[in-house]
T-cell receptor, first 111, second 116 residues
Framework: GQNIDQPTEMTATEGAIVQINCTYQ??????LFWYQQHAGEAPTFLSY????GLEEKGRFSSFLSRSKGYSYLLLKELQMKDSASYLC????????????FGAGTTVTVRA | EAGVAQSPRYKIIEKRQSVAFWCNPI?????LYWYQQILGQGPKLLIQ????????DSQLPKDRFSAERLKGVDSTLKIQPAKLEDSAVYLC??????????????FGEGSRLTVL
C-alpha cells in the first residue's frame, strides 16, 4: 500500500519561494508525480521524478530522494495564479501509472 | 489536441437514486481511469481500464458502482443506489503509459455529484 504525507496548507507572499514537502512509505515505487489543481478544476501535470535529484522547469522545480522516501516541489517567484492545491502522487512498481495521491497542499499566495 | 471530456459537470440527486457519468479520453490513449475526489482529499482510484478490459477494480464498491468501457474508447461510471457519502467529484483520466510522452495522467474537468 501507499502512505503519502504532505502539509495541508501553506501561505506565502507574491514573489517569494515556497517548498512543498511530500514523504511516502510504499510497498514499491516507480516514480513520483506532482500535479497542480485550481479550485473546481482538473489536476494538471507539473513534473515527474524517477531518479534522485532535482528537475527544474521554469519557476517550478521538483526534487526526489528515493532512499529517504522524500520529494519536494519548489515554487519560485510566486504569482497570484499559483494559488492552488498541489498533489504529489506515487507511481507503483508495476509502472502502470495507477497513481496514489496525497491529500494535497493548498498554497495561498498573498499580495 | 482535444483533452479528456466528461459529462455532466454537475449532478444533484437524492439518496437511493441512480446516476451515470460519461468520459471520452484523449484520442489514442489506451488506458482510462476513474478517480473519486472527496472535498479536501486527493483523488482515489476507483477503476483502471486498458482498452476495453478492466486492469484493476479492487477499490470500486461493486455493490453500488459499475463501470464499463465498450469498444475501448468512451467509458461510463454508474452509481446505483447512491449514498450520501458518494458526494464527490468523479474524475476521468487517460494515459499513453509512456508510449507517447512521460505517461502522465491527463484529467477531465470532473463530474461533481451531490447526494441529498
Amino acid at each position: 500500500g501507499q502512505n503519502i504525507d504532505q502539509p495541508t496548507e501553506m501561505t506565502a507572499t507574491e514573489g517569494a519561494i515556497v517548498q512543498i514537502n511530500c514523504t511516502y512509505q510504499t510497498s514499491g515505487f516507480n516514480g513520483l508525480f506532482w500535479y497542480q489543481q485550481h479550485a473546481g478544476e482538473a489536476p494538471t501535470f507539473l513534473s515527474y521524478n524517477v531518479l534522485d535529484g532535482l528537475e527544474e522547469k521554469g519557476r517550478f522545480s521538483s526534487f526526489l530522494s528515493r532512499s529517504k522516501g522524500y520529494s519536494y516541489l519548489l515554487l519560485k517567484e510566486l504569482q497570484m495564479k499559483d494559488s492552488a492545491s498541489y498533489l504529489c502522487a506515487v507511481n507503483p512498481p508495476t509502472n502502470d501509472y495507477k497513481l496514489s495521491f496525497g491529500a494535497g497542499t493548498t498554497v495561498t499566495v498573498r499580495a | 489536441e482535444a483533452g479528456v471530456a466528461q459529462s455532466p459537470r454537475y449532478k444533484i440527486i437524492e439518496k437511493r437514486q441512480s446516476v451515470a457519468f460519461w468520459c471520452n479520453p484523449i484520442s489514442g490513449h489506451a488506458t482510462l481511469y476513474w478517480y473519486q475526489q472527496i472535498l479536501g482529499q486527493g483523488p482515489k482510484l476507483l477503476i483502471q481500464f486498458q482498452n476495453n478490459g478492466v486492469v484493476d477494480d479492487s477499490q470500486l464498491p461493486k455493490d453500488r458502482f459499475s463501470a464499463e468501457r465498450l469498444k475501448g474508447v468512451d467509458s461510463t461510471l454508474k452509481i446505483q443506489p447512491a449514498k450520501l457519502e458518494d458526494s464527490a467529484v468523479y474524475l476521468c483520466a487517460s494515459s499513453s503509459l509512456g508510449l507517447a510522452g512521460l505517461g502522465e495522467l491527463f484529467f477531465g474537468e470532473g463530474s461533481r455529484l451531490t447526494v441529498l
